[in-house]
């Protein structure tokens, strides 16, 4: 595609002259008598670069080159006059030309300068489109990460934004599920509607029912009047389910009938409403664990683990920490209002080194706090909190991570020692090591441990 050269020029005879040059050059021209016009044609289109005279009634060059700078940032702006001074060049290019002509100029003279703007201009929009792909391929909204597993979750998420499917997503706290099943829903087709979000874990057993489902007037002490669910509320949109993992088996039941029919029925009533709404759901948990264990339904985990997602702990992605600190730097600076101080060489290694057990929820609080406790230019180890530069020693004994995987023969040896040390009694053994009753139980007979072995006693 040829450039596009808007040509302001009040002078019939000069416009004429310049756009027959421009146009025997191949290029778009668009011919303009005033700043007015001119404008005019930049609110509608944009165009690679304005060429315009300085000295001009009503609006001057100057003015229009402010107020074209304010519609079309990327339009390179060249002035014409016949007036050339040191001021008025200065002036002009503190207020965004990028190149100016003194009159009178030859047809060379044009064309050397609308080249030199042009070829600026071009190499701008290739910057930005870089610019665009670096943040494209290593950021989904507010989600950083240039490693392989985040193009991963990279790539399961963007094939999710525009289906209506359920997505399971997966990873320790801190490390930012809920922006990921916000990005779902606001960048795909029911971005209008409703986005509610239910934290499974901080609602009381005695009320998660009527929270979700709603409930009539009467249907329980207090309710004195009818009040709709969150998938009422969802409806049409998206409703978020965070730590689904600690969902009741009773209300996993009721769950499990809205996402195979729709239909929802409020507590203490007898209607059945039915709802469209796309389930996103969120858990730190081992969900294929918590079915062994009895404590989650089988055929609900395999409603709502279609697609997958899991996001890597901060500790297995050291590689995005760069990332992650600069994208918090600029974010942080909006926040409080200040210019955020540099991250020195030796503090980011003491980062980099550091566990983060709050994942990339603890790496901003943490950004934060030394931000505002610092006045230096440029953070030092010292300006670190003490849990950074001094973490506390591995305790001696084992907790199982909940969802973490560990190789076999570690687990196998953990669980004899801890036999060992009760005494064989499988209870005191799966507390010692964080694990339930029946989750140890079921171990045993994978890893076929004989716990006679350990002790005769039960």
Not at 10 to 19: A, E, Y
Not at 87 to 93: E, I, K, L, R, S
Not at 94 to 106: H, M, Q, V
């Amino acid at each position: 595609m040829s450039a596009r050269i808007l040509v302001t020029e009040d002078d019939q005879v000069q416009r004429d002259v310049i756009c027959d040059i421009l146009l025997q050059e191949g290029y778009e021209v668009i011919p303009s008598e005033s700043g007015a016009v001119s404008l005019s044609v930049l609110e509608s289109d944009s165009c690679h670069l304005l060429l315009t005279d300085m000295r001009m009634p009503e609006m001057d060059g100057l003015e229009l080159l402010r107020q074209a700078k304010r519609l079309r940032p990327e339009t390179e702006v060249v002035v014409m006059t016949a007036h050339a001074t040191v001021n008025t060049a200065v002036t002009a290019m503190k207020e965004g030309a990028i190149d100016y002509l003194g009159k009178p100029f030859d047809k060379e003279e044009l064309l050397v300068v609308v080249r030199k703007a042009l070829d600026q201009s071009a190499l701008r929009e290739e910057n930005k489109q870089l610019r665009e792909l670096v943040v494209r391929d290593s950021s989904l909204g507010n989600i950083i990460g240039e490693s392989r597993a985040m193009q991963g979750v990279f790539d399961v998420v963007r094939r999710a934004v525009p289906l209506i499917t359920t997505v399971l997503i997966r990873g320790e706290s801190g490390t930012g599920k809920e922006l990921v099943a916000r990005h779902i829903h606001f960048e795909g087709p029911r971005k209008r509607s409703p986005f509610i979000v239910v934290n499974c874990a901080a609602i009381p057993d005695n009320l998660i029912e009527s929270e979700l489902f709603g409930h009539e007037k009467g249907a329980f002490t207090g309710a004195d009047s009818a009040h709709p669910g969150k998938f009422e509320a969802a409806d049409g949109g998206t409703l978020f389910l965070d730590e689904i993992g600690d969902m009741r088996l009773d209300s996993q039941a009721k769950l499990l009938r809205v996402l195979q029919d729709g239909a929802v029925e409020r507590v203490g009533g007898t209607k059945t409403r039915t709802v469209d709404v796309r389930f996103v759901s969120a858990t730190n948990r081992d969900l294929s664990e918590r079915v062994t264990e009895g404590a989650f339904r089988e055929d609900l985990y395999y409603r709502l683990d279609v697609l997958n997602v899991l996001l890597p702990p901060l500790r297995e992605r050291v590689d995005d920490l760069p990332l992650l600190v600069q994208h918090f730097r600029e974010k942080l600076a909006e926040k409080l209002g200040k210019a955020t101080p540099e991250i020195g060489a030796d503090a980011f290694e003491v980062m980099r080194r550091y566990r983060w057990p709050g994942n990339v929820r603890e790496l901003e609080h943490t950004l934060e706090q030394t931000f505002i406790l610092t006045d230096a230019s440029t953070i030092l180890p010292e300006h670190l909190p003490e849990k950074l530069r001094n973490p506390e020693p591995e305790t001696g004994d084992y907790v199982l991570p909940a969802g973490g995987v560990i190789l076999e023969e570690v687990e196998q040896d953990f669980m004899r020692q801890a036999l060992e040390r009760t005494g064989g009694r499988i209870k005191e053994a799966a507390e010692l090591l964080g694990m339930s009753y029946k989750t140890f139980q079921y171990r045993l007979k994978k890893h076929q441990i004989d716990r006679e072995s350990t002790s005769e006693h039960d």
